[in-house]
Structures are given as C-alpha cells and as structure tokens.
C-alpha cells in the first residue's frame, strides 16, 4: 500500500514548480549510499545540456542494471520520482528535466526534441559500467508524451515502457475538433514554462491546420510498425487524453511489430482527480493498484497471460455509472480485445429529438441559437485539466440561448445532445428523474 501511495502521489502531484531532488536532500542522510549517484548536466548532439541523475538501488549485489528512466518538464522531485519508484526493485533509475524545463538549458520545443533528447540520454546510459545493456522507460502525463516520443525513433535497446495518461496525438490535444483549446495549453504552459509561454503560445497559434510541424510529433499510420517491445498504456474516461490515448494503445497493439505485447487500463477519472468521489467502488482515491503491478511486472518480464495481476486480460476497464448504481455499473471488465462498435446512424427530428429513422416531409423542423463570443458558452465538467471536469451537473447552462438540446429515449433516462456555436461541441449526458443532467461524453466536431 505504501508503494501504491508515492506511485499516486507522484502521478496527481501538481506539475508547476522545480524543487531541490529528493537526492540532494538525503545524500547527506543515507546510512548506505548507492554505488551509482550521479547528479549532473548531460550533453546532447547540438550541445545542449540537460538535468539528469542516475541512481543506482541500495545494498543491490548486481554491479549491473537494468534501467528504467523518466524524461518531465516538471523536475526532479515530481513525475520523475516514477522512474526511482523502481529501485526498489533491483533496477538503476534516470531522471531528467527536458530541454528548457527546470533546471535544464535550451529552449522547450513542445516536445519536438524529445525524440532526438530521448535516444541521446539512451545512448549514454548504454555507455555507463553500471548498465546491463536494457532501457525501460516510464512517464506520466507530460512525461508519458515523451514516451511516445522516443518511441518514434525506436531505440534498440527499449525492452519495455509503461505510458499513463498520456497521447501520441499532437494537433487533436491543442485544436480538439478544429478549435483552439485556451484554457488547457495556455495555463499549463503558463505554469509550466512560464517565461517561454507567450512565444510559444503564439507559435502554436499559427499551427492551426495539419502540418509538418505536428507529423513531426505524433505517432500515426505506419509509423506504429516499428514498435517492437510490450508496454502497458494507463488511461482514464475523464482524461484530457483519452482519445489519444485509446488511438495509440491501437496502433501499438494491432499494428506494431510486437501486436499482442500490449496491455491497457481505463479507470473512470485520468487526470480529472476531482471526480474520484464520485466512483468510490474498487477504487483508491479514483485509481486502481492494477496498472501499478502490471508496469512492474512487464520490467520484470514477468508480464504474460499467466502470471499477469488478478489475471486480467489485455484491455481491463472500468465501467461507468453513478454513485448509486452498482447493478449495471462502477465495475471492473476484462476482455482480450477492445470491443467492436456497432455503429447506429441517428438522425435529428422535427421535434427535438433524435431518432434512428430518417425524417419525412411531414415531421422536419429546424431549430436556431444565438452565440455571443463575448458570452461564450461555459464548460462545466468533462474531460478538462486546470479547470471543473468530471460528471458535473450541466442543468444550469441547458437553457442557454447558444444551447440546442435534442433527447434520446433510453429506457427510463434521456440521453440529451446539447451542441452551440461553428465549430460545435457535442457533449452526451445522461438525465436522471431528478432532472440533474450529467455529462459523460464531450467533443468538438467542426462544420464546413
């Protein structure tokens, strides 16, 4: 449980300030002090030098190791304590701040060095004594894009990574559906890098449309081929990074050269914390143990269909209710593969609703709204970061002006599609008899 405790606590921890390492702070106190414990700057191919330590385990027998490493914007005593996590289990740990971040030099590139950072920092591992030849590595969030990242130059000696909350998605996470999201790149790169915000903020502005600039960070098509080692994906329903997320677990597990290697998590909440009290079934703090012991498990090649916790199957996920349902609902499931959909056409009717049959002469309508820009539309819950998110009530805002609803009948709950402006944001809710609307699912869908 201890264990399982800092792994969260290093996964949630806020992600704005660089503190001193956890390892200048006890070096002085240990008893024992690792044989590898190096706290430097670490040179890449253009000259840049970059933040890293490299510890190595504590009263270990091995002079070699293996090791597992992870690259963060947000500093040593942060997501970075991940990669320390596993020292306690014989291997050697690497940390680093990426460029621009912390107390690293360079500029941040919104991860457009990380590929070309990730394998220079691979290859000086390689070089060391203490190395047994095998990398693995873990990141969380930020971190876990970086993963991705060094997973596009697929370095040979990766054996495995553990990915959580994270995308290889690129455009869709800063123009979801077409359209600017302001709130979660602008006050995360405000808090992040906040002297380089402003030039990057407008950089990104003017990356509007598909380009070079996002095909050179984003994992997609063929590309997914030349991935050739298992991983473990851990991802969340109310995460800013769901769909990414799912698309990449995808593509590494059906399209990659080790398809069938890979293993996926979904709990309900991500990044979106605040919506832990609303599924306290199973859970800890809206999170499961499962993916914790899968990603030591797979470093410990000990990740196979017969030895794999609880004897989950490769896509295990929570299902999603309220609070009070547990019949049909606020359960774990496990299956071998991620279900097939079974698409159904539905079509908006004369009469606010929306049904699987084509609308007639006799029965079609039109409906309007108003959009002020200056009165925009509020979000209240959803997949969201650094703001309200979750299965928040949307009751207050339904009969906006700038609001169309239109309602599925689904046994004794409606199913409601409010959507506004060009480019429109559709978002399905759920109404209960108590009229309280809740939102499970939203997304931006832009209109020619």
Not at 270 to 280: M, T
Not at 387 to 411: K, T
Request: charged share 15%.
């Amino acid at each position: 449980m201890m264990l399982y405790l800092l792994f969260l606590a290093a996964v949630v921890s806020s992600a704005a300030k660089c503190k001193l390492p956890l390892h200048q702070r006890l070096k002085r106190f240990l008893p024992h002090q690792p044989s590898v414990f190096q706290d430097f700057m670490l040179p890449m191919r253009d000259g840049v030098k970059l933040h890293t330590i490299a510890l190595s385990p504590l009263l270990s027998s091995k002079k070699k190791w293996p090791t597992v490493i992870d690259r963060s914007p947000y500093g040593a005593f942060n997501t970075e304590l991940l990669a320390d996590l596993y020292l306690l289990f014989d291997f050697a740990a690497v940390s680093q701040d990426m460029r621009g971040c912390c107390q690293s030099e360079g500029n941040f590139t919104v991860w457009h060095a990380d590929e070309q950072d990730g394998l220079d920092t691979v290859a000086w591992i390689l070089k060391q004594p203490w190395s047994d030849g095998t990398v693995y590595q873990i990141g969380a969030s930020a971190d876990g894009i970086a993963a991705f990242e060094m997973a596009r130059g697929h370095p040979a000696s990766l054996a495995g990574q553990f990915i959580i909350f994270a995308t290889a998605e690129a455009r869709r996470t800063f123009y979801p559906g077409g359209t600017y999201r302001k709130n979660l790149i602008e006050k995360w790169l405000e808090g992040t890098v906040p002297k380089q915000a402003a030039e990057i903020i407008a950089h990104v502005k003017t990356e509007e449309g598909p380009s070079a600039w996002w095909d050179a960070v984003e994992i997609k098509g063929d590309q997914f081929k030349a991935i050739d080692w298992p991983t473990v994906h851990w991802a969340g329903w109310y995460d800013i990074f769901l769909h990414g997320h799912l698309y990449s677990y995808d593509g590494f597990q059906e399209r990659s050269n080790s398809s069938g290697q890979h293993w996926l998590v979904v709990d309900p909440c991500g990044h979106c914390q605040d919506a832990s009290r609303y599924f306290p079934h199973n859970l800890i703090a809206g999170r499961s143990i499962l993916p914790v012991l899968m990603g030591i498990q797979l470093f410990q090649h000990n990740l196979t269909t017969s030895r794999v916790p609880e004897h989950v199957k490769h896509v295990t996920f929570y299902v999603m209710s309220t609070m009070d349902n547990t019949q049909h609902g606020n359960y774990w499931t496990s299956l071998d593969n991620w279900p097939t959909a079974t698409m159904t056409p539905w079509y908006l009717q004369g009469d606010g609703s929306l049904s699987p049959t084509l609308p007639t002469a006799a029965t079609t309508a039109s409906s309007s709204y108003s959009y002020d820009p200056t009165d925009p539309t509020p979000s209240n819950g959803g997949n969201n970061l650094l703001m309200a998110c979750g299965p928040l009530d949307q009751s207050a805002i339904e009969h906006r002006d700038d609001i169309v609803v239109s309602v599925i009948r689904l046994n004794d709950n409606s199913l409601a599609v409010p959507y506004n402006e060009y480019p429109s944001k559709f978002s399905w809710h759920c109404i209960f008899p108590d009229n309280v609307i809740i939102i499970f699912l939203d997304n931006i869908v832009s209109f020619p």
